[in-house]
């Protein structure tokens, strides 16, 4: 499945599970530009999120569409792109797939406490660590029938990018 993500391969999961880390060296291992999806959030969004409350899915409508958008002018200029995301439910992953098989969903998995720690010691990013509960409540793990892989989070970076290229190759 994994070889069929010629457009995006959209890094996903919950605050603080590492999606912009694991996003830029996987973009760096794959030659792909990388999108940071949080870059693409209306100021609204970063308004509430900073003031500890919890993005609805009105909220994330008009985010998700931009990063859509994103994803499609990547396949219209054949050019491979790396999206981070959080993508935490079925309804989200099917506006950035649009339909089209060629974009993917590498979910970072970890346990709740470990991700709590990582909020804890994170500095200088909008997103409190307060909405962890919120984010956790509001996951939705990709199905079976969904196009991805899981990958746990509690390795090295650079382990968990071999993991997932690896992966790929196994596809």
């Not at 491979?80 to 309804?91: F, G």
């Amino acid at each position: 499945m994994a070889n069929n993500w010629a457009t995006a391969i959209v890094v996903m999961g919950v605050t603080g599970a590492g999606k912009s880390t694991i996003g830029s060296l996987l973009a760096q291992q794959l030659a792909r530009p990388l999108i940071e999806g949080d870059s693409l959030h209306p100021p609204s969004n970063i308004a509430k999120m900073s003031q500890g409350i919890p993005l609805n899915d009105d909220d994330r409508l008009p985010w998700l569409k931009a990063i859509a958008a994103r994803i499609d002018d990547a396949r219209r200029a054949s050019q491979p792109i790396i999206v981070t995301c959080s993508a935490l439910k079925r309804s989200y992953r099917e506006i950035l797939t649009d339909g089209h098989d060629d974009v993917g969903f590498v979910y970072l998995k970890g346990a709740k406490d470990l991700i709590a720690d990582r909020l804890a010691a994170r500095k200088g990013h909008f997103m409190p660590p307060q909405l962890l509960d919120s984010q956790m409540a509001a996951l939705q793990e990709p199905g079976v029938d969904e196009p991805s892989i899981v990958i746990a989070i509690d390795a090295a970076p650079d382990d968990i990018v071999a993991s997932i290229i690896g992966k790929f190759g196994s596809q």
